[in-house]
């Protein structure tokens, strides 16, 4: 178990971390995040791409400008430098694992102009935690 990110870092509430399979030959990690209920994660975007399999719980995710409902074994691309963000549900964790480059880029954080921007559409105002 891991550290989601430094308290105080970036937005989230209720993250954790594990870190399941690394491999340098591979070039990937496993990761395993779970979202305490109502909890959710940094909005942010990367160079790197995700790739995120639900494994439990229920929740919702943005992924650039839509946001989509989450069950177990939904399955989520992230492309390059989009945002994203993922919540549980207000009744249980969610659980999912998240495949990415083992060498990768650090979590850019929406500015003002961003947010405002993403904002303009309604269902991502009212999704987006900050």
Same mark, same amino acid.
């Given at each position: ?6 308290? !105080?870092?970036? #937005?989230?509430?209720? @993250?954790?971390?594990?870190? =399941? ?6 070039? *990937? $990690?496993?990761r ?36 989509? !409902?989450?069950? #177990?074994?939904?399955? @989520?691309?992230?492309?390059? =430098?989009?945002?994203h963000?993922f919540?549980? *549900? $207000? ?12 060498e ?27």
């Amino acid at each position: 178990m891991r550290e989601y990110k430094a308290e !105080g870092s970036a #937005p989230f509430a209720g @993250v954790t971390r594990q870190v =399941l399979f690394e491999d340098p030959g591979l070039l *990937a $990690e496993w990761r395993y995040f779970e979202v305490a209920p109502g909890g959710h994660t940094t909005l942010e975007r990367h160079q790197h791409v995700h790739a995120v399999m639900v494994l439990c719980g229920r929740g919702r995710c943005l992924v650039g400008e839509e946001v989509y !409902g989450l069950e #177990p074994y939904d399955l @989520v691309s992230i492309p390059p =430098l989009t945002w994203h963000q993922f919540q549980a *549900a $207000e009744d249980q964790p969610l659980g999912f694992l998240c495949l990415v480059n083992a060498e990768r880029d650090r979590p850019q954080l929406p500015t003002a102009e961003d947010l405002e921007a993403l904002q303009q559409n309604p269902s991502v105002a009212a999704f987006i935690r900050t």
